[in-house]
């Protein structure tokens, strides 16, 4: 039996700086046409019907490279953050009424990017149609440990956990249907470990900026003929 279209695809952004040395750039330009490329997905995401998307942007490992690649990227997430809340991709958001969310530890990022990320939260948090999810400052075993601070705070009886109560407590509740990895690496590197329990992965050798919406329809394909068994 064939599964149904995936309402949530998640994707691990990997391959920039190694595109980006391939074009004899410094490392950190490849930055720009990742994010060229996320803008494109924006695009594909009503084409392809996929009501959720979320993105590994950044991860708190991520926050230890150099400090000028990393200002950087930041920068990067600030151009195009403002494109999206009063930019060229303004329009886009309003017309096809997506919402945006951020995952993570914003705290970790500088004081003027929060405030961007909460400012574009709140100018979209009525758009119901698409959800798109910006992994920033995120990490999956820290999203858990978290969790479990919450659960202990609240004073619940350790008979009374369940995993519908760790779910209530992660800052993404949903699962993805699908998690696609570009680069060619062949690992989840600490990206959503409990949401993705029963995940469909593909991992593909393309890096990132070079990612065409036939690289998603190709997994959505397979992902389609994929039995699921969710651990039964």
């Avoid at 970790?108 to 698409?130: A, F, G, H």
């Avoid at 999956?140 to 009374?160: F, H, T, W």
């Avoid at 989840?188 to 393309?206: G, I, M, R, V």
Wanted: charged residues 35%; proline residues 4%.
């Amino acid at each position: 039996m064939e599964n149904s279209n995936p309402a949530h695809v998640a994707i691990i952004l990997d391959g920039n700086r190694r595109f980006a040395k391939r074009l004899m750039l410094e490392p950190w330009k490849g930055h720009e046409y990742g994010a060229e490329k996320v803008e494109k997905l924006l695009d594909w995401l009503k084409e392809l019907k996929i009501k959720q998307l979320t993105l590994f942007c950044l991860s708190t490992e991520n926050l230890k490279r150099p400090k000028p690649e990393l200002d950087y990227l930041l920068n990067v997430f600030r151009k195009e953050f403002d494109n999206i809340s009063k930019g060229e991709n303004k329009e886009k958001i309003e017309k096809n009424k997506i919402k945006i969310r951020f995952i993570g530890n914003l705290s970790l990022l500088p004081k003027d990017l929060q405030k961007q990320c909460k400012e574009l939260e709140k100018q979209t948090e009525k758009n119901n149609d698409y959800l798109v999810n910006f992994c920033i400052a995120y990490g999956g075993k820290q999203e858990l440990i978290q969790a479990i601070k919450n659960i202990i705070k609240s004073k619940v009886k350790p008979k009374r956990i369940t995993e519908e109560l760790i779910k209530q407590n992660l800052s993404l509740q949903d699962e993805p249907d699908i998690i696609i990895r570009t680069g060619g690496e062949k690992r989840t590197s600490n990206f959503l470990p409990w949401q993705s329990a029963y995940s469909e992965w593909f991992f593909l050798d393309k890096f990132w900026p070079e990612f065409e919406k036939e690289d998603l329809v190709q997994c959505i394909d397979e992902f389609r003929q994929r039995k699921r068994n969710f651990g039964r």
